[in-house]
């Protein structure tokens, strides 16, 4: 299987990494709100957050804003700006995505 970029969100925590399966991100399911993939765009300093988990769903763009306001991520990821997409393509969330 290939590795891809994938995110998922645990309770107020978004884990990013580039794997196989989300489930690699955690030991467990609880709390897990869901995920997907993402892309970074240096160029443009944008952090775009698209698709589902196949094993843990979507999320919804109150859960994405909740954690970038209140939650922990990644320190590499704080001055990015943060686009949300429930498309399942990367293309579709730079036309259509919404800035969190």
Not at 73 to 90: A, K, R, V
Request: proline share 1%; net charge negative.
């Amino acid at each position: 299987m290939a590795k891809v970029e994938k995110w998922i969100i645990i309770n107020d925590e978004m884990r990013i990494g580039f794997i196989d399966t989300a489930a690699e991100l955690t030991d467990f399911v609880d709390g897990i709100k869901g995920g997907g993939h993402f892309q970074i765009h240096k160029k443009l300093n944008k952090l775009y957050l698209f698709g589902a988990s196949k094993s843990f769903g979507k999320c919804s763009i109150e859960d994405v804003r909740d954690i970038k306001t209140n939650g922990y991520y990644s320190p590499s990821l704080s001055g990015l700006t943060w686009i949300f997409s429930e498309s399942d393509t990367f293309l579709d969330s730079v036309i259509n995505g919404i800035q969190v």
